[in-house]
C-alpha cells in the first residue's frame, strides 16, 4: 500500500514557476515508477509527467515538454514536479501517483493517488 501527499499548489501569474511535491508512504519507494496527472474543470484528467524508479529515465506530454521537470529522492520518498513559464490553460488540480515498477501515461495504469493540489495560474 502507498499513501501520497501532494504539496506545493498555489496561485501565480502567468509566466511563474511553482514546485510541486509529492511524499510518499512506501517503505520501497524505490519500487515504484511515478507520475504526475491533472485535471481541469469539466475536462479528463491528463497525463502530464513520468519518472522511472531510478530518476534515470523520464516522460512529458507536449503540452509542458520544456516547461516542467519532473525529478525524485529516494532518500527523502519524495518526487516532485518544476513548473516554469506556467500558463493559465495550467491551471488544474494535479496529482501524483505511483505504480509498481514501470512508468506510464495513462492514468488507469496507477493503482496509487494522492488527493491533489490546486495550481491556479491567472493571466
Known amino acids: 500500500q502507498v499513501q501520497l501527499v501532494e504539496s506545493g499548489g498555489g496561485l501565480v501569474q502567468a509566466g511563474g514557476s511553482l514546485r510541486l511535491s509529492c511524499a510518499a508512504s512506501?517503505?520501497?519507494?524505490?519500487?515504484?515508477?511515478m507520475g504526475w496527472f491533472r485535471q481541469a474543470p469539466g475536462k479528463e484528467r491528463e497525463f502530464v509527467a513520468a519518472?522511472?524508479?531510478?530518476?534515470?529515465?523520464?516522460t512529458y506530454a507536449d503540452s509542458v515538454k520544456g516547461r516542467f521537470t519532473i525529478s525524485r529522492d529516494n532518500a527523502k520518498n519524495t518526487v516532485y514536479l518544476q513548473m516554469n513559464s506556467l500558463k493559465p490553460d495550467d491551471t488544474a488540480i494535479y496529482y501524483c501517483?505511483?505504480?509498481?515498477?514501470?512508468?506510464?501515461?495513462?492514468?488507469?495504469?496507477?493503482?496509487?493517488w494522492g488527493q491533489g493540489t490546486q495550481v491556479t495560474v491567472s493571466s
Open positions: 512506501a517503505r520501497t519507494f524505490r519500487d515504484y515508477a
Open positions: 519518472i522511472n524508479w531510478s530518476g534515470t529515465s523520464t
Open positions: 501517483a505511483a505504480r509498481f515498477l514501470l512508468p506510464g501515461t495513462q492514468a488507469n495504469e496507477y493503482p496509487y
